[in-house]
């Protein structure tokens, strides 16, 4: 079946621009992940959804950003006034349950400020 | 707070020679431990993960990882590499309690000829 996917591949903008970044689960998937992987390291995680709700977004670093999931499948994540800082590949996963459940990861979106 | 320690940034082993990667942790409890590889292009696969049972874990590719409690580790090792697993490859560690993981910095393979 199909994996996980993200659009766009790649999107670049201008220094305090919004941008939207989308993740589709694998079917049936009940919980999200957003995660932001920076040149040279590993991913940092940002935000998870267990269904529709989002059950832990202790990651997201400022009120800028913001994550929705309205119908529990489809996610976005919302950047307002974009920083150069916020450069990085952003990383979604989903997985048919928390814990020890394997995460399955989509292909990223590399998000270039300029 | 959970946090997961790769040592080494990157390592170059001949093809045919055997690897170990190495990976410390930080967790409260037993963790829920995971390697994933990254190849240039590609998302991050699981290759395995460890949450019970027995501390010797067998993954996809030939690759297996033990947990040590007493050390705090989880090793990654392949007894042959072959020139395809050259990538980078994460280690982390998993909350009990949550669904979020948090990674290594990653370490980068190089395999020679």
Redesign the interface.
């Known amino acids: 079946g199909a994996g996980v996917s993200q659009t766009p591949s790649n999107k670049v903008t201008e220094k305090g621009k919004y941008v939207e970044l989308r993740c589709d689960p694998i079917s049936g998937h009940t919980a999200l992940y957003w995660y932001r992987q920076s040149l040279g390291q590993g991913p940092e995680f940002l935000i998870y959804f267990q269904g529709t709700g989002a059950a832990d977004d202790s990651g997201l670093p400022n009120d800028r950003f913001f994550a929705v999931r309205p119908e529990g499948s489809v996610s976005t994540l919302k950047i307002q006034r974009t920083e150069r800082g916020d450069s990085a590949v952003y990383l979604c996963a989903s997985s048919s349950g928390a814990g020890h459940e394997t995460q399955y990861f989509g292909p990223g979106t590399r998000l270039l400020v300029l | 707070a959970q946090s ?1 320690t790769q040592p080494d940034i990157h390592i170059t082993v001949s093809e045919g020679a055997s690897l170990e990667l190495r990976c410390n942790y930080s967790y409260g409890a037993t963790p ?1 431990l995971f390697w ?1 590889v990254q190849s240039p ?6 290759l395995l ?1 460890y ?1 019970s049972g027995d501390t010797l874990v067998q993954g996809i590719k030939g690759f297996e990882a033990e947990f040590k409690r007493s050390q705090s580790s989880f090793n990654l090792r392949k007894p042959s590499v072959h020139w395809s697993d050259a990538a980078e490859y ?1 280690c ?1 560690v ?3 309690n ?9 370490t980068t393979l190089t395999v020679k000829p």
């Open positions: 997961v829920y994933y292009g590609q998302g991050l696969q699981l993960k949450f994460f982390a998993g909350d009990t949550a669904g979020k993981s948090t990674f290594g910095d990653g």
